[in-house]
Structure formats: C-alpha cells, structure tokens
C-alpha cells in the first residue's frame, strides 16, 4: 500500500496539475485528448509497468536493475543524472510555495495592492479592460489614467512576483544578489524533505499518505468553489471545446508525448526505486493500471478545477481566457493569486492553494530524492552505505546549486533546468532505449516469463508488442519532431536566451543522453574477446541473491495461465527432479 500512495503522491504532482490543463486547452481542447490517449496506451502505460516491474524483478534502483544488461548500465546512470537535475530545481516550486503561504497569514494579501514599497508608479489594482476596448469608451479613465496610459499598467501580482520575490534582473548574464527570504524558505523545505526521507521508504511511506490524499481534497474544495463563481462555465467550455484542426500540428504530438512521460516520471529511476520494494510477487501489472488511470485522470480533474478559476477570472477583468491562461510558474504564482484576490476571504483561498502546492511540491520531491537515493545506495558497498549521510550530502549539495536560482538572476536558472535537464528530449531518448534493451537484447519473451513467475500469469501480449515495436517507433518518432521544431529558450515569449546559455542547456542535456553510448562503447573497448564474445558476456544478467530460488537448477516454468490482472496469484510449475 506505501508503494501505491507513493505514486499516487507524484501522480497528483505538479505536472498535472499546472502543465496538463494548459496543454490541453493549447492544444485543442478535446482535440488534445486523441494524441494524449494514444500515447499513454503505446507509451505511457507499457513503460510505466515495464520500469516499476524490472525494479520489483531485480530487488534494485535505477542504476542496479540494468544488471539485467550491464552493457547496458549506462541507462541507470543517465537516469540518476536526470532525477538528480530534476531534484536541484524542483525544489524551487515548493520553496516559491512556501513563501507564498507564509505571506497568506495576513488581513489584506500583499499582492492585492499598489500601495507596497516594491510596487512601481505603472502599478494599478484590477480594471476593467473591456471599457478601454469599447471604441465607444476612448474616454473612459481609471486611477486618474486614461486607456493609453492603462496600455503600459502592470499589476501589483506581477509585481510582488518580480520584483519582491525573484527580485528578477535583466537576464541570465546579471546574476544579482541573492533573496534572504527566499533563501530561508528553501533551506526549510530542504530540511523537512531530508527528516521526511532518510529513514527510508518505510518510515516515509506513512507521511505520504497525507502528501497524496491532501490535494485531492484541496482540489475538491476548489472545485466546488470554482464552479459557483460567474464566468465558470465559459472557463471549463474553453477547456474542453475541441479543435479539430490542431490535431494535424506536430506540435500537439511532441506535447502529448511529453507530458504523458513527465507526469508519470518515466525515465527518472524513481519508479523502479519504489518497485524495488514490492514484495516479489506483488501485482505489479495490475498497479500499473490503477496508477496510470489515476494518474490521468488527475490532470484532467485538475483541468476543471483551473479554468472554472480562470473563467471566473476573465470575466472579472473583462478578457478573453485565452489572455489569463497560463501554464508552470505563471500559473501557481500569477494568475491563481490574482484569481483568489477577486474572492471573499481572499487570505483564506490564497492559504488553502499554496498549502496544497507546498505539499505537491513535497510529495513529488520525495520521490524524486528516493529514487536517486536508492540507485547510490545500490552502488555502495555496505559498509560505506550510510543512509543518514548519503540523503544528508545529497540534500546540501542541492541546496548549494539551488542557490544560483534564489538570486535576481534565478528564475533564467531555473527555466534552464527546467528546459533542457529533464525534457522530452532527454525523456523520449531514456524511453526509448529502455524498450529497446529489454525487448531486443534481453528478450521480450523471456521478460514477460519473468514477470509471470511474480504475478502468476502472463500479461496481455500487447504490452510485448509495445516494448518491442509501437513504444520505441512512437518515442524516436516524437523525438524527431521534437529536434526539427526546436524553438530557442525564451522568457516570457520576451526575453531570448544568450548562445553561451543555449550551450549549457545543451550540456545539461548531452550530460544523460550521452551515457548510454559512451557506457557501451566503453565496456565493449574494455571486456576480451572477439565482438560475438564481448557481446554474450556483457549481456549476460548478473541475479541477486533473491533469484536464487527463482533460477534454481532443474526448475522450469511451464503452461502458465494466461488472463487479467484480476487473477488469483497462483502459478503452474514443472518440476524435474
């Protein structure tokens, strides 16, 4: 039970919630829903059994679980280095979080107002924008502005945002000083994820049980809350009214694909790290189902809970929708706040959101230190195997990198991270050579005995078919797309990244695709024999201690009953004795 509230933690993550509902309604509504389900049947589901089944099988982490190909280890380390990017950056959500709900406990909230010393002179509470818009209104003014002079006015949310807690400076070249504040917020986050996480899953597991279910609660709430206010409707019709003419756009496929291998954090190593912990013959196949369901199914719940708010929230201002919907941090940090303004018991509502994101944040930062944790541990000889220690480095060499994301300059750190360190293409790229090592060099056949030996029967032959043909075409495909649309790194659609930023970008990336082909040619440079005999010999599973019985001489599996992932745990042996 801890390994499923465990991912239904990071199912309800960040992702699904602020990233889902913008593509969805970016990329055509409805229209979305077709590549995004197709991919989670030729993609999403077959990896994320196939990752938390080889964790359970091989008893190990990330790194370890390639035993079952150790030419193959490379795909172990290239998903330590991207969760370990993921975990530097991540972070800063809940940080922002955190900051934000400490500054909720208060009468007026401080970004509600014009009147606060980081406040500038362009500052101006909520108008309406339809009045200016109205060519009858030429006239109309507002604070003693008229509508040319509105043209230039920004709002005291997208202020607190900048200039209070990023502090933001021109660009990633003028790094500026570092934010206390901020600083002290993150330290704390820091802090509470290592006292959380070091003692291990088992103890961990019980604090998850609240990181996964307080959301949804929140979520409930807000839905109900979001509903009743006017302009809803228009909000969850613009959500979900479909264009049909996107779905021929690479763009929504390269989306689709993505965001089906971010929210359900494959390629990471966190999800074999949780399996690892299964009881041997735990039903792994049937939790790939319910976890993949309700994975899904969060971020399109969430979907209603966003723009029921952000209809709400054009109508207040006199918009479209399309000019409040936001996705990422603009989102959780810009339009939602000045969505909770508009409300009665604005501090209230602003509590009740930033909890729920703190937690999100956690919930999510838990798995992902987990995962990355239990592959190091993996490597490590016992007696050097000090969890304590080992969570502990982790932790404060993290929050050393993440210093560089709380100073005026972070927030071009941060998108950085966030862009190329664990991005579809480093995801589709892990993806991809992950079906291709177990299906073509281990055997497809030969893992789905395998898989039967734990769970008693025989998964359907599609998730074979998928490791072996649709998964790796879909993912090259999509990575392909991905390459040809590359777009240069912006900020806010404003601010185009320098060449020398590009470049590290491409490094952080390069820095996991890269070690899978150097790990390969390496061991093969450096093992004897002929090719034929390097390839065997590097192919060859090295089994744990818990194969013992498993792999015992003279026993054979034979006749196992082929059904659903509703059939009893029972296997069929042939023993010769």
């Not at 209070?164 to 660009?171: A, M």
């Not at 209603?304 to 919907?325: H, R, Y």
Request: charged share 10%; with cysteine; hydrophobic share 45%.
């Amino acid at each position: 039970m801890d390994f499923i509230m465990y991912c239904v933690g990071f199912a309800v993550g960040l992702g699904n919630v602020w990233r889902f509902p913008y593509l969805c309604y970016k990329n055509g509504g409805g229209a979305f829903l077709i590549p995004y389900l197709l991919f989670i049947f030729l993609g999403g589901i077959p990896i994320f059994f196939l990752e938390i089944s080889l964790g359970q099988f091989m008893k190990a982490g990330g790194i370890a679980m390639w035993n079952i190909a150790p030419l193959f280890k490379g795909l172990g380390y290239a998903s330590s280095v991207i969760v370990f990017f993921c975990n530097t950056y991540y972070i800063m959500v809940p940080a922002w979080a955190f900051y934000y709900l400490i500054k909720s406990f208060t009468a007026v909230l401080p970004w509600s107002t014009c009147t606060n010393y980081w406040n500038t002179e362009n500052c101006i509470e909520t108008f309406r924008h339809d009045a200016c818009r109205n060519g009858t209104n030429s006239n109309y003014t507002f604070m003693n502005k008229t509508c040319e002079e509105l043209e230039n006015a920004t709002s005291p949310i997208i202020e607190f945002w900048e200039n209070k807690v990023l502090h933001i400076s021109e660009g990633l070249d003028s790094p500026g000083q570092i934010n206390w504040e901020v600083t002290l917020c993150l330290l704390a986050v820091w802090v509470l994820v290592y006292f959380c996480i070091w003692k291990g899953v088992k103890s961990t597991g019980k604090i998850v049980y609240f990181t996964a279910t307080f959301p949804y609660v929140v979520l409930l709430i807000l839905l109900v809350r979001g509903v009743t206010l006017p302009g809803a409707y228009d909000g969850i019709m613009y959500y979900l009214k479909p264009d049909w003419s996107k779905i021929l756009e690479q763009q929504v496929w390269i989306d689709a694909g993505t965001q089906v291998l971010f929210s359900y954090a494959i390629g990471l190593g966190a999800l074999s790290a949780l399996g690892s912990y299964n009881r041997f013959n735990n039903n792994c196949y049937r939790d790939a189902f319910m976890l993949t369901l309700v994975n899904s199914g969060t971020g399109f719940f969430s979907g209603f809970v966003v723009f029921s708010i952000l209809g709400f929230m054009a109508a207040e201002q006199g918009v479209d929708i399309s000019e409040v919907a936001e996705s990422g941090p603009g989102l959780a940090f810009i339009a939602y706040p000045k969505a909770v303004t508009m409300m009665p018991v604005a501090p209230v509502w602003s509590t009740l959101f930033f909890l729920m994101l703190l937690i999100l944040g956690l919930g999510g930062q838990f798995v992902g230190v987990e995962g990355f944790i239990t592959g190091i541990l993996d490597l490590l000889p016992s007696r050097y195997s000090k969890r304590e220690i080992i969570v502990g480095s982790c932790c404060i060499l993290c929050f050393f990198i993440d210093l560089s994301m709380v100073t005026q300059g972070g927030i071009y750190v941060f998108q950085l991270f966030d862009f190329y360190s664990a991005s579809g293409m480093t995801l589709l790229w892990q993806a991809f050579w992950e079906c291709i090592v177990v299906a073509w060099v281990y055997g497809a056949d030969r893992y789905m005995d395998d898989i039967a030996h734990m769970i008693g029967y025989r998964p359907f032959p599609w998730m074979k078919w998928c490791w072996s043909f649709f998964t790796p075409c879909v993912c090259m495909g999509i990575f392909v797309f991905y390459l040809v649309n590359y777009k240069p790194l912006s900020y806010n659609s404003v601010y185009v990244y320098p060449w020398w930023g590009e470049m590290i970008g491409g490094c952080m990336a390069l820095s996991s695709m890269l070690c899978i082909p150097i790990s390969v040619a390496y061991k093969l440079i450096m093992a004897k024999g002929s090719f034929r005999q390097r390839w065997e010999s590097l192919t060859k599973p090295v089994w744990g201690a818990h194969h013992l019985e498993y792999m015992a001489p003279g026993t054979d599996m034979q006749n196992l009953p082929s059904s659903s992932p509703g059939t009893e745990d029972n296997i069929v042996y042939e023993t010769r004795l």
